[in-house]
């Protein structure tokens, strides 16, 4: 049985490169930029002034008490300001241009003016350079400001709008399809008979991708049928991505693997030493990526994961949209009977001395009510069956990890 390591290996292996495109502005956020961004204008487009106050030549402070005429007033929008006359000063606000001439701003604070509002005294020196940003110094026309490859959160669309970006070059989102299997199941909104359950894969595992800023096609319940699994496969075999639920393990009616290879679907593996999630199936036609996730909830919940969101994320063109992995210290004792690397639920939060993991009650890989709980999964390696409390363990930080609260 291969690693979880060896096998997101061979997941990342096999991804095809990434597919571009361009996107309005308005739909960039999320996005991940297939090419570098460059200033089209300098910024700032002119000595800007950070502060409200006098614009003015520093050598002019060098003995205070110092007194200006009052040559005019630059305002954020208004016109470009004249030259500076020598001896003078320009009343000037944050966000406005320098005057020609002036190489300092004054703050409002450290200046008098007069009853006549005509002179100026500033009551403080100040050096060259204080106080204004110089035209360009932030970013200079023709400069690379953003590269290839990062994600466009707030701070990146505010800079491709101060650029006048209205088409934004991205890596394009992969098409996912998404079905799920099983004879047992009925929709959430329907009443399962005595023998049945509803289907909860399928939400989990949307939801999943909806943090990731995919919208999956879902393709329905196929039952445990050749001639159903055949069909809808095929059918999300159009999409770059076929997530399966259930169906994979060793029981009579687990399918899906035959259905793969009937069809043509190259299984790259099919057991990972995981716990929950030992049947992971990872299969490929072409370019085409093919899961097969285990059916119980938080073998898939932990499957997608570990190999799902490594494929779709890179695919999406990030660098690394691994789940962020931190360690820290376990506060319980924790038993498993060894063999496979188990992913256990918890809770875990920051201290001032390192990261403390509470691990979570749950029954076994089908208690999806006992995940509820968790904001992290912890790793408990499979050659122990001991984990004691004070010990250092592996933690995955749970995609909405910033947004659970206790
Ligand atoms: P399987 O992987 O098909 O053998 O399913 C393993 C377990 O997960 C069984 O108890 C199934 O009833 C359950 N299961 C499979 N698919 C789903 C689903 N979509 N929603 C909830 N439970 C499921
Ligand atoms: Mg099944």
Same mark, same amino acid.
């Given at each position: 049985?291969?690693?979880?390591?060896?096998?997101?290996?061979?997941?990342?292996?096999?991804?095809?490169?990434?597919?571009?495109?361009?996107?309005?502005?308005?739909?960039?956020?999320?996005?991940?930029?297939?090419?570098?961004?460059?200033?089209?204008?300098?910024?700032?487009?002119?000595?800007?002034?950070?502060?409200?106050?006098?614009?003015?030549?520093?050598?002019?402070?060098?003995?205070?008490?110092?007194?200006?005429?009052?040559?005019?007033?630059?305002?954020?929008?208004?016109?470009?300001?004249?030259?500076?006359?020598?001896?003078?000063?320009?009343?000037?606000?944050?966000?406005?241009?320098?005057?020609?001439?002036?190489?300092?701003?004054?703050?409002?604070?450290?200046?008098?003016?007069?009853?006549?509002?005509?002179?100026?005294?500033?009551?403080?020196?100040?050096?060259?350079?204080?106080? /204004? #940003?110089?035209? %360009?110094? @932030?970013?200079?026309?023709?400069?690379?400001? &953003?590269? +290839? *490859?990062?994600?466009?959160?707030? !701070?990146?669309?505010?800079?491709?709008?101060?650029?006048?970006?209205?088409?934004?070059?991205?890596?394009?989102?992969?098409?996912?399809?998404?079905?799920?299997?099983?004879?047992?199941?009925?929709?959430?909104?329907?009443?399962?008979?005595?023998?049945?359950?509803?289907?909860?894969?399928?939400?989990?595992?949307?939801?999943?991708?909806?943090?990731?800023?995919?919208?999956?096609?879902?393709?329905?319940?196929?039952?445990?049928?050749?001639?159903?699994?055949?069909?809808?496969?095929?059918?999300?075999?159009?999409?770059?991505?076929?997530?399966?639920?259930?169906?994979?393990?060793?029981?009579?009616?687990?399918?899906?693997?035959?259905? /793969? #290879?009937?069809? %043509?679907? @190259?299984?790259?593996?099919?057991?990972?030493? &995981?716990? +929950? *999630?030992?049947?992971?199936?990872? !299969?490929?036609?072409?370019?085409?990526?093919?899961?097969?996730?285990?059916?119980?909830?938080?073998?898939?919940?932990?499957?997608?994961?570990?190999?799902?969101?490594?494929?779709?994320?890179?695919?999406?063109?990030?660098?690394?949209?691994?789940?962020?992995?931190?360690?820290?210290?376990?506060?319980?004792?924790?038993?498993?009977?060894?063999?496979?690397?188990?992913?256990?639920?918890?809770?875990?939060?920051?201290?001032?001395?390192?990261?403390?993991?509470?691990?979570?009650?749950?029954?076994?890989?089908?208690?999806?009510?006992?995940?509820?709980?968790?904001?992290?999964?912890?790793?408990?390696?499979?050659?122990?069956?001991?984990?004691?409390?004070?010990?250092?363990?592996?933690?995955?930080?749970?995609?909405?990890?910033?947004?659970?609260?206790?």
């Amino acid at each position: 049985m291969i690693s979880v390591e060896e096998a997101q290996g061979i997941v990342i292996a096999n991804l095809a490169g990434p597919k571009v495109e361009e996107v309005p502005f308005r739909a960039a956020l999320g996005r991940v930029l297939s090419e570098k961004i460059v200033a089209t204008r300098d910024i700032p487009p002119f000595n800007r002034s950070g502060v409200d106050g006098f614009a003015l030549r520093a050598a002019d402070t060098a003995n205070v008490p110092a007194e200006f005429t009052i040559a005019g007033e630059s305002r954020a929008g208004g016109e470009m300001p004249g030259a500076l006359p020598p001896g003078s000063a320009v009343a000037i606000m944050t966000g406005a241009p320098l005057p020609e001439g002036a190489d300092a701003v004054q703050m409002i604070e450290q200046c008098r003016v007069s009853a006549d509002g005509r002179k100026v005294t500033v009551l403080d020196q100040v050096r060259a350079g204080e106080n /204004f #940003a110089l035209k %360009g110094s @932030e970013a200079g026309s023709g400069e690379e400001v &953003l590269q +290839p *490859g990062h994600r466009i959160g707030p !701070a990146e669309l505010a800079v491709l709008a101060t650029f006048g970006y209205s088409l934004v070059p991205v890596y394009r989102k992969p098409e996912v399809a998404l079905l799920v299997t099983g004879d047992e199941l009925v929709e959430f909104d329907e009443n399962p008979g005595d023998s049945q359950i509803r289907n909860s894969n399928a939400h989990c595992i949307a939801a999943q991708l909806k943090y990731m800023d995919i919208e999956p096609e879902y393709l329905g319940i196929a039952r445990d049928s050749r001639d159903d699994l055949r069909s809808r496969i095929l059918a999300g075999l159009q999409r770059d991505v076929l997530i399966v639920s259930g169906g994979v393990s060793m029981g009579n009616y687990d399918l899906v693997k035959d259905v /793969f #290879a009937e069809l %043509g679907i @190259e299984i790259l593996f099919s057991k990972v030493a &995981l716990k +929950p *999630g030992k049947p992971t199936v990872f !299969a490929r036609k072409g370019d085409r990526l093919v899961f097969g996730l285990p059916g119980n909830p938080i073998s898939s919940l932990v499957t997608f994961e570990c190999f799902v969101r490594p494929a779709v994320g890179r695919l999406c063109g990030l660098k690394k949209p691994d789940l962020l992995r931190v360690k820290g210290e376990l506060l319980g004792d924790m038993r498993q009977s060894p063999g496979r690397t188990s992913f256990m639920p918890a809770w875990a939060w920051w201290q001032e001395d390192g990261w403390k993991v509470e691990p979570l009650r749950w029954k076994s890989s089908a208690d999806i009510v006992g995940f509820t709980g968790a904001n992290a999964a912890f790793v408990f390696p499979g050659h122990l069956s001991l984990l004691k409390r004070g010990e250092i363990v592996d933690l995955m930080l749970l995609p909405d990890f910033f947004s659970r609260q206790r």
